[in-house]
């Protein structure tokens, strides 16, 4: 009895998948939920395990390969023994040809004849998301080259269509659309001591949200600094204690999300966002707690930030930054969040302006502590100091705003016991 392997439900927004890496080959004894193959979306990379035990009989959808939710990726021959090895996936044709001799006219049936443009193409065919994509950049499905199986659209087609711009519906485009894309890249003489690497799909997922931000919100960036003195000093006196109580270390960041929260809790505009012609605000806290990973920047959310102990949110920020590094985060961890914050004092960073995290209208940048020569009671003193900067949305929120949201986190960080007393 064969099991076929599916690409499961790939959450929110998320339509299509790339295969990234098989974990095993073809004639490959495989275990009940055993991992299989590595599937990489915009957001995440997740595994899909084997559906039942016994043996890897084909792969369908090799690496490279982009598949839609609920299609096939390989089946398995349940209980069978290792079968021999398959050609590679990607000659199915030849493949089939061999294993199975057939009159001439026959021979060549794994290679469909090209329906008529009207027929192969028609909007109502497409995925949603490729139909969108064709719909909201005005193109003539018919002059898209597919390179889906058995003749599919797929929306890699679709956007290199709109990066070399050659399939402009011949109707005028409605009103609003996007302006055309540019023309294609010129050829580029390859060099020895070069070398080219596909972008994955997290890394040109970041690259579009990021464009997008910049696009899409009036970015502005408002900065102050903080004397960390009293909660290096904090830290110091409970640290042995709290993770002896609390089997976690007492970090930097719980105490930036609890002011964070309390500054959101005073200037909800802070937590909101603009939803066409309306403002959602937004009466829960998740906050967004950017990780770097080998495969690019991902932020992991932080639910209900505001119910949780320092405790809590150590625990919470350590088991979502040790997913983001073992590329373990689910959909459910990488989607929503209210406001976000990243720190680039890890690598050393003494200032920098932070991106807006979308649809988000706020973010903090924290950065490396120095010690610093500051005026404190009219005399000189060296102070441990971290410039904070808060970029937003200014369509949303206000300098006011902004200044006061950065001057409440300040307060809060240089006299710990405001967040215990709720100040």
């Known amino acids: 009895m064969a099991t076929e392997i599916k690409v499961p439900v790939l959450g929110e927004s998320v339509s299509e998948a790339t295969v990234a890496r098989w974990m095993k080959a073809v004639g490959d004894a495989v275990g009940l939920d055993e991992p299989l193959v590595e599937l990489e979306t915009d957001k995440v990379t997740l595994e899909v395990n084997s559906p039942a035990a016994g043996t890897l009989q084909e792969i369908v959808a090799d690496v490279d390969a982009t598949v839609g939710v609920d299609a096939l990726l390989g089946v398995i021959a349940e209980g069978a023994a290792p079968a021999k090895k398959a050609e590679p996936a990607a000659k199915p044709a030849e493949a089939k040809a061999e294993a199975a001799p057939a009159p001439a006219a026959k021979a060549e049936a794994p290679k469909p004849a090209p329906a008529p443009a009207a027929a192969a193409h028609e909007l109502k065919t497409l995925s949603p998301a490729v139909r969108k994509l064709v719909e909201d950049n005005n193109l003539d499905p018919a002059k898209i080259k597919p390179t889906g199986k058995d003749g599919r659209l797929v929306k890699g087609d679709v956007l290199a269509a709109i990066e070399a711009g050659t399939a402009k519906a011949s109707a005028s485009a409605p009103a609003g659309a996007a302006p055309a894309a540019a023309g294609p890249l010129p050829p580029r003489a390859d060099d020895p001591r070069e070398e080219r690497v596909k972008m994955t799909r997290l890394r040109q997922s970041i690259a579009r949200r990021l464009k997008e931000a910049q696009n899409t919100a009036a970015m502005l960036t408002t900065f102050n600094e903080v004397d960390m003195g009293a909660v290096m000093g904090l830290r110091s006196e409970y640290k042995d204690a709290f993770e002896k109580k609390h089997g976690v270390k007492l970090g930097f960041m719980s105490f930036f999300v609890k002011a964070c929260i309390a500054a959101l809790k005073e200037l909800p505009a802070v937590n909101a966002e603009i939803y066409g012609d309306e403002l959602i605000y937004k009466n829960y806290y998740d906050i967004g707690v950017a990780v770097g990973t080998p495969q690019g920047l991902v932020v992991p959310v ?57 649809p988000q209208s706020g973010i903090l940048g924290m950065h490396k502590i120095q010690d ?29 705003e902004a200044v006061t949201f950065l001057v409440r986190v300040k307060d809060a960080l240089e006299d710990p016991r405001r967040l215990l007393i709720d100040m």
């Open 302 to 358: 932080l639910r209900d930030a505001d119910d949780l102990s320092f405790a809590g949110v150590e625990k919470g920020i350590g088991d979502l930054g040790r997913k983001a590094r073992d590329g373990k985060l689910t959909m459910k961890d990488m989607t929503g969040g209210t406001f976000t914050i990243t720190n680039g004092g890890v690598y050393g960073s003494l200032m920098s302006t932070p991106i807006l995290n979308p």
């Open 372 to 400: 610093r020569p500051m005026v404190v009671n009219g005399k000189v003193e060296i102070r441990p100091m971290m410039y904070l900067a808060m970029s937003y949305d200014h369509r949303i929120i206000d300098g006011r």
